[in-house]
């Protein structure tokens, strides 16, 4: 069966404007970030966290990073989440203080790793907020 003059010339048009868009995007598509998550991720100390760091984008030399913490997600509440024994302690706890030393230590060292590259200088920290949706939390 052949297509008349003008179904083909809708396919070709259709063809091109499919082609350009994937095009557009896989120029736009940035390697390093795929780069910078498998550093991340061959470090066994940073692997072994419960939270998935991970690099969202790349704005010159800096480095754009998720972080499970903000003012809108204080290090306690997010705790509570990974460590569900920790809910109910006093802010002083030693345990609950272990735990915010052990975030901290944490991401200090995702910082390093990132900063290991020639290409980045500086490292920017955003709430990641589609982690938080996944277990049915909405921040705004």
């Given amino acids: 069966m052949s297509l008349d003059r003008g179904t083909r010339i809708y396919a070709a048009v259709l063809a091109i404007i499919c082609l350009s868009l994937l095009l557009i995007w896989m120029l736009n598509l940035d390697l390093r970030l795929e780069e910078i998550d498998d550093m991340i991720g061959r470090d066994s100390k940073i692997a072994s966290y419960p939270y998935p760091f991970r690099a969202l984008e790349i704005e010159g030399t800096t480095a754009v990073l998720s972080s499970p913490r903000s003012n809108a997600m204080p290090a306690v ?13 006093d802010e002083q706890d030693p345990e609950l203080l272990a735990a915010q030393k052990e975030l901290a230590e944490i991401q200090s060292r995702v910082r390093k790793v990132v900063l ?24 705004q």
């Fill in 77 to 89: 509440r997010f705790l509570g989440l990974i460590k569900p024994g920790l809910i109910n302690l």
């Fill in 116 to 139: 290991m590259r020639n290409d980045i200088d500086r490292i920017s920290w955003r709430l990641d907020k589609e982690w938080y949706a996944e277990k049915g939390i909405l921040l």
